[in-house]
């Protein structure tokens, strides 16, 4: 240990002892704090490089590997460096060499304007422990050392724990405690350190930890591809086949016992009754449900429309009420579909069906009316997210983050079943009376129009929020929808697309088609980092749904907030 100590103060000493006061053996000593500064930033490097392969996987053996550097370059060589210091400077006071050479033994008697001999003032005083718990009665000394001894090692626990924190972006940041904990343990294990050469070794420390922070952030977190690579359990091996049961010889069966003696039918042996006749087979469909009070059928429909919502490109969508069961629902008509549409629409409201999430609207059933084909869906009440944000104004970050967060577990459970939305913009998105936001129109109204599809917030293909590659006419994707989901709520939070607005629909294809930056992004929000990372051109690039959902509820749960609270309360619209 005196030897590693020794070595790094020499070293010290060549770089960095200028001669003036209070010393260059001072000077060396600060020089020395900045050396050992160097490897919890050299821990927290390596750790980031890890990281890029690994992502978010913490198994036994990543989570052996960033133990490891943060006891070792956090904990273990800054405290051999500190001690093994100190040890050296208290040999010299004794007139020992400290493993140093004769002539920087010799230099460290030299005298220096109010410290004297630096031999003296580094190595013969008392210890950190003794210094901060035996008041010494000199209260303006205590006070210096007070602050030098504790104040200088909190600070730099703040900006080790950054180093921590940058080194583990883009995941939990439970992994930064072996680093901030281990320095913990490097501060109170120090204590037998000699007061002021642990002065000078914080005055070095402290500044090296702020510049620390620089090559950590350079090397960056890992990208959402590795992210997600890590997120994917790994591939079960096949169970071994079974064993076939060993051979039995079929058991030799009995002769069945011989048909029972049958006799005419006598007054003491009656006549069997005849067997019961079959009951009729249940219909392949449930018949007619009785129509309740106050509703009858109109035109022969079970569906009898009461108003037009909306009327677009693709078709138009009515309230109408179910005359069979009682209940209002959204009726959208197909406008004289082609073959394509309608397996299309058959397609996707099937898997609809089954999608079963609380934000998503619910498909009941898809049938054949006068004049289309018709979709009957569930009917919402409330308002479009661009309604509100147009008459209210903009979401506030809380509110932004539990839409983000619902909207992504939303479009997650529809891609496990296989459906894509295609079309999410902040009019698909509706607020109920209760301020909960829910995903409509999955995919089926895909125009080439731009018009208003229903006055509850229904829009057909807005190029605003078109991801780059769906613009220059690539297929949809996942990362599509996730796009238009980050276009989405940077509208909501700055009250325009990420694009900007453009004069005419072509003009914002085109942009959406060449990838324009996006030049209206909400600065000032805390998720301006995630969404300009969503928004990336490259859709390999964007981070998965479950990747943001995850990091927007880990700020909401550090904020102290429910990701299932209200995006906004929302009076309902009276009629």
């Not at 060589?77 to 060499?97: H, M, Q």
Request: hydrophobic share 45%; charged share 15%.
């Amino acid at each position: 240990m005196e030897s590693f100590a020794s070595s790094l103060l020499s070293l010290a000493y060549q770089l960095f002892s200028p001669g003036l006061c209070p010393g260059d053996w001072v000077w060396a000593t600060s020089a020395a704090g900045v050396l050992v500064a160097l490897f919890p930033v050299l821990g927290a490097v390596i750790a980031a490089i890890v990281r890029k392969g690994t992502g978010n996987r913490y198994n036994t053996a990543t989570v052996s590997v960033f133990g490891g550097l943060g006891v070792l370059f956090v904990l273990v060589l800054p405290w051999l460096a500190f001690t093994g210091i100190s040890s050296v400077y208290r040999a010299v006071f004794n007139g020992n060499r400290g493993g140093l050479t004769s002539a920087e033994a010799e230099r460290m008697r030299v005298e220096y304007c109010f410290i004297g001999q630096q031999s003296d003032y580094l190595g013969g005083g008392r210890n950190v422990f003794e210094t901060l718990f035996y008041y010494s009665g000199d209260a303006l000394a205590y006070g210096y050392y007070l602050g030098a001894l504790v104040g200088l090692p909190a600070l730099s626990l703040l900006f080790v724990m950054l180093q921590a924190r940058a080194a583990f972006r883009r995941g939990p940041a439970w992994p930064g405690r072996f680093f901030w904990l281990s320095f913990v343990a490097f501060v109170v294990f120090s204590v037998g350190v000699e007061a002021n050469t642990a002065v000078h070794l914080w005055l070095g420390y402290l500044p090296a930890a702020v510049l620390g922070l620089v090559p950590v952030s350079l090397v960056g977190p890992p990208s959402w591809a590795a992210i997600k690579r890590s997120q994917q359990e790994p591939e079960r091996p096949p169970p071994p086949p079974e064993k076939p049961p060993p051979y039995v010889p079929p058991r030799q069966e009995e002769p069945p016992p011989p048909p029972p003696r049958q006799y005419p039918p006598t007054s003491v042996a009656p006549a069997p009754e005849p067997p019961p006749e079959p009951a009729p087979a249940l219909a392949a469909a449930p018949g007619p449900v009785p129509l309740p009070p106050g509703s009858s059928a109109a035109g022969g429909s079970r569906y009898r429309r009461v108003r037009r919502l909306g009327h677009g490109g693709f078709g138009t969508v009515w309230e109408a009420v179910d005359n069979q069961l009682g209940r209002t629902v959204a009726l959208k008509i197909a406008h004289a579909p082609d073959r394509d549409t309608e397996e299309r629409m058959a397609r996707e409201a099937r898997a609809l069906a089954a999608l079963n999430h609380p934000n998503c609207v619910r498909v009941y059933d898809l049938v054949e009316e006068p004049d289309g084909l018709a979709l009957v869906m569930e009917y919402l009440e409330g308002q479009a997210l661009a309604t509100v944000v147009d008459t209210v104004g903009p979401l506030d970050d809380i509110a932004a983050g539990r839409l983000w967060a619902t909207m992504a577990s939303a479009l997650a459970a529809a891609h496990a079943r296989g459906v894509l939305h295609r079309d999410v913009k902040p009019s698909n998105v509706i607020l109920d009376p209760g301020g909960l936001a829910h995903l409509i129109d999955f995919g089926i109204a895909r125009s080439k129009g731009d018009s208003t599809m229903t006055a509850t917030g229904m829009m057909i293909g807005t190029p605003d929020y078109v991801a780059p590659e769906a613009a220059t006419g690539a297929p949809a994707s996942p990362a599509s929808d996730a796009w238009q989901l980050a276009a989405t709520v940077s509208y909501a939070l700055s009250g325009a697309p990420p694009r900007g607005t453009r004069e005419t629909p072509m003009a914002a294809l085109m942009a959406a088609a060449r990838a324009e930056p996006p030049s209206r992004l909400p600065r000032q929000s805390v998720h301006a980092r995630l969404l300009a990372a969503s928004l990336d051109p490259q859709p390999r690039n964007r981070p998965t749904l479950d990747a943001v959902r995850k990091e927007v509820e880990g700020w909401l749960a550090r904020v102290g907030k429910s990701p299932d609270g209200p995006v906004t309360r929302v009076v309902p619209r009276v009629r």
